[in-house]
């Protein structure tokens, strides 16, 4: 009795493991609750008066900014708003980096 009751414990305990998904693929707030915003770059847009905000596109629509303009913000031309671990953020490309790098 105790063997078969040891089997189907660990079947029980083999099928668990198999249906629990990787919980290291998206990061985690301040409350250690995963935190995704996005899954593809179709997820994100650009909002905010000078086109700085990157965010979830359900969202930046109704981000209000105030409209001033920074040089750094002429930079964000030459990246996109994206998915990132599971977060909308401009893509950090070399392009981008330079310029900021300029503006230094």
Same mark, same amino acid.
């Given at each position: 009795?105790?063997?078969?009751? /040891?089997? *189907?414990?660990? *079947? %029980?305990?083999?099928?668990?493991?198999?249906?629990?998904?990787?919980?290291?693929?998206?990061?985690?707030? &301040?409350? #250690? @609750?995963? $935190?995704?915003?996005?899954? $593809?770059?179709?997820?994100? $847009?650009?909002? %905010?008066?000078? #086109? !700085?905000?990157? #965010?979830?596109?359900?969202? @930046?629509?109704?981000?209000?900014?105030?409209?001033? /303009?920074?040089?750094?913000? &002429?930079?964000?031309?030459?990246?996109?708003? %994206?998915?990132?671990?599971?977060?909308? !953020?401009?893509? +950090?490309? !070399?392009?981008?980096?330079?310029?900021? +790098?300029?503006?230094?």
């Amino acid at each position: 009795m105790r063997k078969i009751l /040891f089997l *189907i414990l660990l *079947i %029980g305990a083999i099928f668990l493991v198999g249906c629990v998904e990787n919980r290291d693929t998206f990061p985690k707030g &301040n409350d #250690g @609750v995963e $935190s995704v915003e996005c899954l $593809s770059d179709n997820d994100c $847009s650009v909002g %905010g008066c000078s #086109g !700085q905000v990157c #965010g979830m596109k359900d969202k @930046v629509k109704g981000v209000i900014t105030t409209c001033e /303009f920074r040089e750094s913000y &002429n930079c964000l031309k030459l990246t996109n708003c %994206g998915c990132v671990d599971g977060k909308c !953020q401009w893509v +950090e490309n !070399q392009d981008y980096k330079n310029c900021m +790098e300029e503006l230094k």
